[in-house]
C-alpha cells in the first residue's frame, strides 16, 4: 500500500504546484467529467429499477415493505437482487452528485 500514498502524495504535490487559477481549472472541469458520469450511472441504475417495476407491475418501494409474492418465481427472486442493487446505486450516486455540487457552483457549468 505504500505504492499508492506515494503516488497520491506526487499528485497531491504536483496540483499545488499549480497556479491558482489552473487549480481551480482542474478542479472545475474535473467535477464536470465527473458529474457527466454519475449521471449516466444514476439513469442507467433508474431504468433498471423501472424495467423491473414495469416487468412485475409492482413498485419496488412496494415489494420492500410487504416482500415478495409467496408464488414469486426464481426469476423474480434473481431480478429483485438486482434492482435492489440498482437502488443502492441511485442512493449513492445521488449523494455523489449533491458532493460535486458545491465544486461546480463556480466552475464551467455556471
Not at 491558482?20 to 464536470?32: C, F, L, P, Q, R
Not at 444514476?42 to 407491475?57: D, G, H, M, P, T
Not at 434473481?78 to 458545491?102: A, F, G, N
Request: hydrophobic share 40%; proline share 4%; charged share 35%.
Amino acid at each position: 500500500m505504500r505504492g499508492i500514498a506515494e503516488v497520491d502524495e506526487k499528485i497531491e504535490n504536483a496540483f499545488m504546484s499549480l497556479p491558482s487559477e489552473d487549480k481551480s481549472a482542474v478542479i472545475s472541469h474535473g467535477a464536470a467529467i465527473r458529474l457527466s458520469e454519475l449521471n449516466k450511472r444514476a439513469f442507467l441504475a433508474r431504468e433498471k429499477v423501472r424495467s423491473f417495476e414495469e416487468k412485475y407491475a409492482v413498485k419496488l418501494p412496494e415489494i420492500e415493505k410487504t416482500g415478495l409474492p409467496d408464488d414469486a418465481g426464481y426469476e423474480m427472486h434473481e431480478d429483485y437482487i438486482m434492482c435492489s442493487h440498482w437502488s443502492d446505486v441511485i442512493e449513492k450516486t445521488e449523494k455523489q452528485i449533491e458532493l460535486l455540487r458545491p465544486l461546480l457552483e463556480y466552475g464551467v457549468l455556471r
